[in-house]
């Protein structure tokens, strides 16, 4: 079976392209409207709002203030659509592994010094990265424990 992660990963990496287009400085909503040729008069009496509750909304999407259900209909009165997406900055498949080496480091560090405390001595480093993997291992069993510590 192939974890949700990858199957996740799979299609954003097909969706990667599109976010390469930045939003206009002052916004799609003003952008749009302004390629349509529309006044904010006019898409204010679409919306059925006020001119100057359309600004509000050209302002609130650029500073991020805009909710995404005013921004939907903003959308709609334009006839388009809104694409929501999380692009997330690497892949999820290394988000979790590099998770997963970060807790094990924390574990065996946690051992090394018990270890040291008791005069025992400290594994070499081919012993010490053998244990790292089995512990990264053991968290990739249960990736859902990965996010139980900050």
Known sequence: MVEAYRQIDKRLNELRPLTLAARPARGWIRAIREGLGMTMAQFAKRLGVSQPRVAEMELGEVDGSLTLKS?????????????????????????????????????????????????????????????????VERLLRHPARLWDDP
């Open 71 to 135: 921004l939907k209909r903003a959308a709609e009165a334009l006839d388009c659509r809104v694409v929501y997406l999380f692009v997330p900055n690497q892949p999820l498949a290394d988000t979790i592994q590099r998770r997963a080496l970060t807790l094990a480091d924390r574990q065996l560090a946690s051992v090394e010094q018990t270890m040291r405390l008791e005069a025992q001595g400290v594994s070499d480093e081919d012993q010490r990265e053998e244990s790292r993997q089995k512990v």
